[in-house]
Structure formats: structure tokens, C-alpha cells
């Protein structure tokens, strides 16, 4: 057979080497750098620039229908007047002024009506009670005149900061439009005064009605007052307060000096007492200001002294000893009698002054009492004489809102002023350019929505964002447009492809100058953003766990035409050219491409292997333009391609291709309707999903996603295709001068060095 020329033996498995451990689905929930919920301007200005050709379409129609219009339309005549006006009247300013207290439901309708005025006049100024009058003075000249026609062409706007209104008229009659809005200005101004008429008619009739109601609480506070007087006996709690202090104090000096005297009079009375039981010495102070006792205690001390003196010359026995002794004994009995009387006046001193402190007590209570009882009776008279005073400002702030009212009754000019007259009126909605630009602006809005509406329906993958949104796993790659695949997709041809083996390892990442074949001509690469997309691609896969080695993927899509045979393709290339022992398996049995890409001989194949005795090693081809890279074709279409996928010997064959190779890529087929991909995907390491922009649908994808949760699947993570987002940033990296090499071996020995530093 052709396709055996390039064949290579399968190695025996090694059986000591490290097995692959179970590698876990990627955690769905993504990092909290993506914004969640709200609106995505990119992918907004992606759809609009999809659009484009929408939205100038519509745009085109749009203003040539507005200037169509504009020149076909009759000349429209506009004039106007300003008139100054108020928002709240002099009269609702009187009855919103009214006291709190009233707490009136008929105050309240007023207050809520004065708050929305500008609203209602607005209203009111274009209502047929403004409006009818106006047709029917006109009906004569302009028969088919009616109100609601002047209602439609007529505009009241207020002036923005300001108590103006701007008032226009349109119309196709210049004539019509000068005769409507002079008798319009009339009309207002007749209108503003019957209005301020009518207000102030309303707070007449409001304040009279108010007037008894409040005379009425006047008088029953006066009553209260009247009766509370009479109740205390009071005419001014403030001047009985003063009195009742003067009273207190009064009373409270006079205890205090009673108490002195009391203490004064009841230690006499203990030095009498005192004086009285010693009979030796008459002497005493408390006796000193008594002078019938200091009489007689003279009288004594003489006599004393007498005696003293005749008995140091005489004998006790002598006739004026004698005498002199006799005149002593009558002495002391005389004045121990005035010293009990002077006593027992003490002793009566001191009863009529406990007395007296007993009464200055029961007073001083009593007086107590009546200021405490004033502190409450004192309030109460504040609160009636305040409640009184309320009452009285009311009914006088009434009274004089009517005089006022009364007043501006007989007063019969209008409130409002027209500040400048009717002009003449002016051809105005003629203007063909404001009408196109008011065309243009209406029809790129509408364009703008048509083509986000038509964006909307037609629910068709365009941002890798959106993908990131619905999938919840993460992005190993996003491989740019490229025209040439297209080109090489459409031809299926090696001469189109342009081979990643061929540029010899990981050096052509620096843009260097690679020798080949043998070293027999140089030739020279420079790598492009499509190819480094693969290296990063790879690259990610590598480095997705750090404990586990991923030796064997699928690489699979939602639909056919995603692109996931190329991808494959490209990927196995990339690994191979960085060193990696690489085996590329076409398990899509349905529609086979690998071969096609490859350019090889697909007569014998995946197929035969498990359905024939054949060795699986006689099958395996080498890539032409990498040695690194073996490819396992489909072979022959089989009648039942998931019976053959799903059998025992398919998984003997994974796993020796495991073993024997770095890694191993099967390309199957897409996964809505087939189960192909779910059978084989469970015995390798995982799932690399390829999505391809502006073609995938998001239910295909949605879908797709549900099945492979279903079967438990782990997914490595999303292959975005076809990107068209600009590389101008990144170009100056792919373009570095060339080296000559003296051997591709030299690039595959320090890539290859890597990597098995990190399967380390």
C-alpha cells in the first residue's frame, strides 16, 4: 500500500513511565476581572460596525424621504408674541400664607392647586374655554376655523429661569396667522384677569368663611381665662409670685432671728440655774446687766469687805462684828431671791419664743405650698394666655386679608403684560436644510436600531467576549483571519499549506534565518501572528496544570465548518516544530479532512485498524515536512462509525498512542447530533472546544455546552477562530533579522530541553 511508504513502528508502551492523573474540568467561574451585567460597550460598537451597511441604507432612505417631503410641502408662516406672567398669583400667596393652626382640608385643596398652577395654565390657555371664543370671531372671514385647528397649530412655552411665555402660531395663511394671534394676545390678557378675579373672589369667600370660626375660639379662650382667674383668685401670676417671695423671706428672717433669741434665752437660763445651786460665789455674768442684783451684790461685797476689815482689828465676838455679820446673812437670801426671779423671767422668755418659732414654721409651710402650687397654676395661665394670643393673631391676620382682598377687588387690570406684540409672520418649516438634517439625524438613530435589532435576531457568535460569556471556560488561543487559509481550506492542497514544520523549531519565533535540508540552501521565514497564535496555544495547554502533563486532547467544534480540522492540523505542526513527539489522529469517520490538509494518502486508515487485523504501526504516517509529526488517517468511511469508536480495541490504541507519543491530538467530529466526540473525549485528558466568529450560533454553542455536562466531560478550554481584531501592535515582533543555522536539530534540542524541564 502507498500510504505504508511513510509508515512508522509504533514503540513499544513503557510501562515505567509516569501515568497521567485525572485532570480536573476547569473551574467555570472566571476571575473578578470581567465586569458582570450591565451593558458591553465593544460589543455594542462591534455590532454597529457589522452594520454599517445597514445603518447607511436606512440613513439614505430616511433623508431622502425628509427632503422629499421638504420640497414638496407648502410654505409655513410663523409668528409670536412673549407675555409676562406670574407662577403663583398675589391671592394664593394670601391664602398660603394662612396660619399652620387652621389645618383646613379647603386651605389644603387651595395650597396643592397653587403648586401646580404652571401645569393647569398651560393647559387652560390652549383649552376650548380659551380657544372657542377665538373661532367664533373668526368664523366670518375663515369659515373652516375651530378651536382644536388652533390648538394644534398654536404653542405655549414657558422661558426656561423666567416668568415669560413664548406664544407662536403656525399656519399656510400669513393673513390667518396675524388675525388668530392678536385676538390670541387679547384673550390671554382677558384670561389673566378674570383669573386673578377669580382668585381673589375665592380668598374673600374663604377668609369670611374663617373669620367666626376663629372669632368663636377667641372668645372660649377669653371664658377660660375669665373663669381661671376667678378659680385662683389671681389677676398676674408673676406679681403673686413676687409677693408670695417677698412673704417667704419675710418669714424666714424673723424664724432666724427667733431661733437666735431662743438660744440666747435658754443659755442664761442654764447660767441661773447654775448660779443658784453655788451659794459661795454670788457673782456671775449672766446677772450682769441685771442692776437691782448688782445692787445688791455691791451692797454684800462691802459689807464683806467690813467684816474683813473689823475682824483683823477686832474679836468675831464684837458689838460691829456683829452688826457687820447680820447685815451679810441679810444680804444673801435677798439676792438669791433675785437671782430665781431673774430666772424664772428667763425661763418665760424662752416659752414665748418657742412659741413664736412654732407659728414662723406653720407660716413658712403654708407659704411653701402656695409657691408650689403657683409653679402649676403659672403654667397653665401661660398656656392660655399664649393659646389666647394665637387665636387673636389669626383672627387680626384674617381681617386684614380681607381688607387687602377687598382692595385688589376693585381693581380691573390685568395681571399679565405682553412684552413683545405679534410680528409679522415668517416662512419657517419650508427650510429644506433643517428638514434634511433632522433626516439625516432620524435616519442614522433608526439604522442604529434596525442594525442592533438585526444583530440581535441573528444570534451569531461575533465577540469573543460573548463567548467567554456563555461557555464560563477559559481561552487558550484566539487564532487570527487569515486569508490564505481560507484559500487553503478551499483547496485542501499541501502546495497551498504553509507547514509549520518547515520553519524548524522555536527559533523562527525571533524571525531568525534557518538553514534546512542538509544544509544545502538556506532559506528564510519570518513568523506571522497566525502561527504564533498556535505556539501560544499550545504553550497554554502545556502550562494548564502545573502537577499534571496533558499527553492526549480532542479537538472538536459545536458544527461543521468551524475550522477544527485545521486547528488540528496547525497545532500538531506547532508541537511538533518545538520539539514534541506528536501524533495526530483523524477519528472524524463521517467527513475525514485531516488527510485533505496534510496531503496524504488516506486509502487506508483509524478504521481498518480497529475493524482489521492490521498493524496500527503500518497505518501511521510521517509528516512530509516534519519529522516530529504522525498522522493516522482516517481511512475507509465504515458503515457505523460510533460502534467502531466505542469498542475496546479503540481504547487499546489510545492507550498505546499515549504512551508512544508527547502527545496526541484526535480531531472528531462536531458534537451537536453525534457521539463520537463524548466516547472518545472520556478517555483523554480533556476537551479543546473550537468556536469559529461570525458563524457559530449561541444556541449550537449553549447546546453543545449541555451535552458535554451531561456526559461529564472536562473541558480544557475555548479555541476562538477567525478574529479579525488588528495585530498592528504586535507585528513589529514577528519580523526580527533572520540567523542562519547549521541545523534545524539545534532548535529542536532547545526546545525540546524546555519542555522537558517542565514535564520535570
Do not use: C
Request: proline share 5%.
Amino acid at each position: 500500500m502507498e500510504n505504508h511508504q511513510n509508515s512508522q513502528p509504533l514503540p513499544p508502551e513503557n510501562h515505567t513511565a509516569r501515568q497521567f492523573q485525572w485532570l480536573p474540568p476547569i473551574n467555570p467561574a472566571r476571575s473578578g476581572d470581567e465586569d458582570e451585567g450591565g451593558l458591553n460597550l465593544g460589543q455594542v460598537f462591534s455590532a454597529l460596525k457589522r452594520g454599517l451597511p445597514v445603518i447607511i441604507g436606512v440613513t439614505i432612505v430616511v433623508t431622502s424621504a425628509a427632503m422629499l417631503k421638504a420640497l414638496s410641502s407648502k410654505p409655513i408662516y410663523q409668528a409670536g408674541f412673549e407675555i409676562l406672567t406670574k407662577p403663583v398669583t398675589v391671592e394664593s400667596q394670601v391664602i398660603s400664607s394662612v396660619p399652620q393652626t387652621l389645618g383646613n382640608k379647603e386651605r389644603e385643596t387651595t395650597s396643592e392647586r397653587t403648586v401646580t398652577v404652571d401645569a393647569t395654565k398651560l393647559k387652560l390657555l390652549k383649552s376650548p374655554k380659551v380657544l372657542s371664543p377665538i373661532a367664533d370671531q373668526l368664523k366670518s372671514k375663515y369659515p373652516t376655523i375651530s378651536e382644536e385647528e388652533i390648538a394644534t397649530n398654536l404653542s405655549v412655552i414657558p422661558v426656561p429661569s423666567s416668568e415669560i411665555l413664548a406664544v407662536t402660531l403656525q399656519d399656510s395663511d400669513s393673513e390667518k396667522v396675524k388675525a388668530v394671534l392678536k385676538l390670541v394676545a387679547a384673550s390671554y390678557l382677558n384670561y389673566s384677569l378674570e383669573e386673578r378675579l377669580a382668585d381673589v373672589r375665592q380668598g374673600i369667600d374663604f377668609v369670611n368663611a374663617q373669620i367666626p370660626q376663629l372669632q368663636q375660639r377667641v372668645d372660649a379662650v377669653q371664658d377660660r381665662l375669665q373663669s381661671f382667674r376667678q378659680q385662683y383668685n389671681l389677676i398676674d401670676p408673676d406679681s403673686t409670685a413676687e409677693r408670695l417671695s417677698d412673704q417667704t423671706n419675710t418669714v424666714s428672717q424673723q424664724g432666724l432671728e427667733t431661733r437666735i433669741k431662743l438660744n440666747e434665752a435658754r443659755a442664761l437660763y442654764n447660767d441661773l440655774q447654775e448660779l443658784l445651786r453655788r451659794a459661795d460665789d454670788p457673782a456671775s455674768i449672766a446677772l450682769s446687766g441685771n442692776a437691782r442684783y448688782q445692787a445688791l451684790l455691791s451692797q454684800l461685797l462691802t459689807v464683806e469687805g467690813e467684816i474683813a476689815k473689823e475682824s483683823s482689828l477686832f474679836k468675831d465676838n464684837t458689838p460691829n462684828v456683829q452688826v457687820l455679820k447680820e447685815q451679810q446673812q441679810n444680804l444673801v437670801p435677798l439676792l438669791q431671791r433675785e437671782g430665781r426671779r431673774v430666772q424664772e423671767e428667763v425661763a418665760s422668755q424662752i416659752r414665748a419664743l418657742e412659741y413664736r418659732d412654732r407659728i414662723l414654721g406653720q407660716a413658712a409651710n403654708q407659704l411653701n405650698q402656695q409657691v408650689k402650687q403657683l409653679s402649676v397654676v403659672s403654667r397653665q395661665y401661660t398656656d392660655i394666655q399664649q393659646e389666647l394670643k394665637i387665636a387673636t393673631d389669626n383672627l387680626n391676620q384674617f381681617l386684614t386679608k380681607r381688607e387687602a382682598l377687598r382692595i385688589d377687588a376693585g381693581q380691573r387690570k390685568a395681571p399679565w403684560q405682553i412684552l413683545t406684540p405679534p410680528g409679522e409672520p415668517v416662512p419657517s418649516a419650508a427650510n429644506v436644510k433643517r428638514t434634511t438634517m433632522l433626516g439625516v439625524i432620524l435616519g442614522v438613530l433608526l439604522g442604529i436600531g434596525v442594525a442592533l435589532l438585526l444583530d440581535k435576531l441573528s444570534s451569531v457568535l461575533h465577540d469573543p467576549e460573548e463567548i467567554k460569556e456563555i461557555s464560563k471556560f477559559p481561552v487558550l488561543g484566539v487564532i487570527p483571519h487569515s486569508r490564505e487559509l481560507e484559500d487553503i481550506e478551499e483547496l485542501g492542497s499541501l502546495g497551498k499549506l504553509v507547514s509549520l514544520g518547515d520553519i524548524g523549531g522555536l527559533m523562527q519565533q525571533m524571525g531568525q534565518k534557518i538553514k534546512l535540508n542538509n544544509g544545502a540552501k538556506s532559506r528564510y521565514y519570518t513568523a506571522s501572528p497566525f502561527s504564533e497564535a498556535f505556539r501560544s496555544l499550545y504553550t497554554n495547554i502545556r502550562l494548564l496544570s502545573s502537577d499534571t502533563q496533558v499527553r492526549s486532547i480532542v479537538i472538536t467544534s459545536s458544527t461543521p465548518g468551524e475550522g477544527k480540522s485545521t486547528i488540528s492540523v496547525h497545532l500538531a505542526q506547532a508541537a511538533a516544530a518545538l520539539g514534541q513527539r506528536v501524533l495526530l489522529v483523524d477519528t472524524d469517520l463521517r467527513r475525514p479532512k485531516v488527510h485533505e490538509q496534510m496531503g496524504l494518502i488516506n486509502t487506508s486508515g483509524l478504521s481498518n485498524a480497529i475493524s482489521s487485523d492490521l498493524e496500527v504501526e503500518r497505518l501511521i504516517q510521517q509528516s512530509p515536512g516534519e519529522r516530529n509529526l504522525f498522522i493516522l488517517t482516517a481511512g475507509q468511511i465504515p458503515p457505523d462509525p460510533t460502534k467502531l469508536l466505542s469498542s475496546q480495541k479503540m481504547q487499546n490504541l489510545m492507550g498505546q498512542f499515549k504512551s508512544a507519543y508527547d502527545l496526541v491530538i484526535y480531531d472528531t467530529p462536531p458534537l451537536v447530533g453525534l457521539a463520537d466526540t463524548k466516547l472518545i473525549a472520556s478517555k483523554t485528558d480533556g476537551i479543546v472546544m473550537v468556536v469559529r466568529l461570525s458563524k457559530t450560533k449561541r444556541s449550537v454553542l449553549s447546546q453543545a455546552l449541555e451535552g458535554i455536562k451531561v456526559f461529564s466531560v472536562p473541558v480544557l478550554g475555548m479555541v476562538i477562530n477567525g478574529s479579525r481584531e488588528q495585530t498592528s501592535l504586535t507585528d513589529p515582533y514577528y519580523h526580527y533579522q533572520p540567523m542562519e543555522l547549521e541545523s534545524p536539530s539545534v532548535v529542536e534540542k532547545s526546545t525540546s530541553s524546555v519542555f522537558k524541564q517542565l514535564d520535570q
